[in-house]
């Protein structure tokens, strides 16, 4: 990944464009390079410096624009998660969630596992409202389903 383009620029570009998007029906603010951004976004979250911020915050942008979890894509997302929990603050643990549960993206038992578990014990020593954020976002993913 170039150095003008990181994770964490594309993971913020992508957040901010749902940021903008929000309440629009249709969410095409790439246009026709939707794909290319879609791609970037994949290829940094794969990036062996993506941190935990950049990785919640690109999946929750992502899932705003409504964009698919294609399943070629889904098994690095789940890595750099199963890779990136324990280093996750409540915010991020709850944008993931919050990703997979908008988007109804399947969510593997591991990586799940994984976010709970961590969460479970950032919790302890987090502000309320991330407490509160953070177990409304599990809520919701609960509420739809995880996969094996």
Do not use: Y
């Not at 899932?63 to 199963?82: H, N, T």
């Amino acid at each position: 990944m170039n150095a003008e383009l990181n994770s964490w620029a594309v993971a913020q570009f992508v957040r901010a464009a749902a940021k903008l998007w929000e309440g629009v029906a249709v969410k095409r603010p790439f246009g026709a390079q939707q794909g290319a951004w879609w791609h970037l976004l994949m290829t940094a979250l794969a990036d062996p410096d993506c941190d935990p911020q950049s990785l919640a915050n690109g999946l929750w942008g992502a899932s705003k624009l409504g964009w698919p979890l294609p399943s070629s894509v889904a098994p690095a997302a789940e890595a750099a998660i199963l890779q990136l929990a324990d280093r996750m603050k409540p915010q991020d643990v709850s944008n993931t969630l919050c990703a997979f549960a908008n988007a109804d993206w399947p969510l593997g038992s591991w990586a799940a596992e994984a976010l709970l578990r961590w969460l479970a014990q950032v919790l302890r020593k987090a502000e309320p409202q991330h407490v509160a954020d953070s177990l409304s976002a599990a809520a919701d993913w609960a509420c739809g389903s995880v996969t094996a």
